[in-house]
């Protein structure tokens, strides 16, 4: 793996390779083997989404990547470095969004950006300007009116706004984001999905996130890790996974007044042979395949029991 290479002119590190490279990465706390062998690698502009249920592993993870943790064995790189030895240079190029910035109560909203952005000017680059002026910030986010209001006066979700942009003050190339969409009312998640997508898609950030929101990760993800028992047991956008569940879609239509249900792994061929049957007499189709929230509990529930 090459390392970072980083000259004091601020040109630009270079990372040859993955954004993220994890191999048979275990932790264990005591006795207990939390992680069991994981292994991923994440592409710049890639949305990672890591999902599983409670305590399968994914803060754990996540905390290991940032450098947070130490990892008990495996091999791990984030941008080109091992996360134990990252220096500042190396964290100035990471966004940590953490559960929920509670600090600095008294604080107004744009001078806390301000005072952490502040942080970021010394590892700006030729290609990475930073830290992001403030006033662009805040209307990326959508915190623009609330520029003078004190931390401690804003509302929940405009709290998590605010835990956002603290993540992306630094414009980072590799974005951690763990349950970023807690407490957002249905108008403030989509506003943030724009966001990542524009996170991603303008400024190619590469992104983790953990989330219990299936539609979220539906929606944002290029690619799926499900955690479970300290294991990936499947990872593949949220088409890909439904395809490894068998027999997953759900015919529905109604013939002579009576409805029919049926599942079938080859919905296509058994449309073609029900027209066949009893062509127009088919009314209310419909060809349900299963939801990413049906595989995913297919998927835990076989690992669970094989394991
Ligand atoms: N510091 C610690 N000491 C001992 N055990 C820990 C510690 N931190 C986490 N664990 C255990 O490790 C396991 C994985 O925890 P982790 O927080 O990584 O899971 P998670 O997937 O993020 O869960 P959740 O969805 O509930 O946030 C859990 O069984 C947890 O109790």
């Known amino acids: 793996m090459t390392e970072a290479v980083m000259t004091s002119t601020g040109a630009d590190p270079t990372v040859a390779g993955p954004v993220i490279e994890v191999r048979d990465l275990r932790m264990r706390y005591g006795a207990k ?31 290991i990547l940032e450098g947070f943790r130490r990892r008990s064995a495996g091999h791990v790189r984030v941008l080109g470095s091992d996360p134990e ?15 929920s910035w509670r600090d600095h109560g008294k604080w107004q909203v744009r001078e806390l950006l301000e005072h952490i952005g502040g942080h970021y000017a010394p590892f700006a680059t030729d290609r990475i300007p930073r830290p992001w002026p403030v006033g662009e910030l805040l209307a990326a986010v959508g915190l623009t009116g609330a520029a003078r209001t ?36 249905p108008a403030a998640r989509r ?15 590469t992104v983790l996130l953990t989330t219990h929101d299936l539609d979220e990760a539906e929606k944002l993800a290029d690619r799926i890790l499900i955690l479970t028992g300290g294991r990936i047991i499947a990872s593949g956008s ?33 449309v073609h042979q029900l027209f066949r049957q009893h062509g127009t007499a088919i009314g209310d189709l419909e060809v349900r395949r299963s939801s990413l929230e049906d595989t995913y509990m297919k998927l835990v529930h076989e690992a669970e029991v094989t394991r």
């Open 238 to 270: 949220a088409d890909e996974l439904s395809r490894q569940v068998a027999g997953e879609t759900e015919i529905r239509w109604t013939r002579d007044g009576q409805r029919f249900v049926h599942a079938t792994a080859d919905a296509t061929a058994y």
């Open 33 to 63: 083997e939390v992680l069991d062998g994981i292994g991923f690698t994440a592409h710049p502009g890639e949305v990672i989404a890591l999902l599983g249920p409670n305590g399968a592993g994914k803060t754990t993870t996540i905390e």
């Open 85 to 99: 030895r990252g220096d500042e240079r190396w964290r100035a190029r990471l966004g940590v969004v953490l559960q």
């Open 150 to 185: 004190r931390v401690s006066r804003l509302s929940g979700g405009q709290r998590r706004r605010l835990d956002v942009a603290i993540g992306i003050v630094g414009r980072p190339e590799l974005l951690f984001l763990d349950e970023p969409t807690v407490g957002f009312d």
């Open 191 to 205: 506003e943030f999905h724009d966001l990542i997508h524009e996170l991603t898609d303008m400024a190619d950030t």
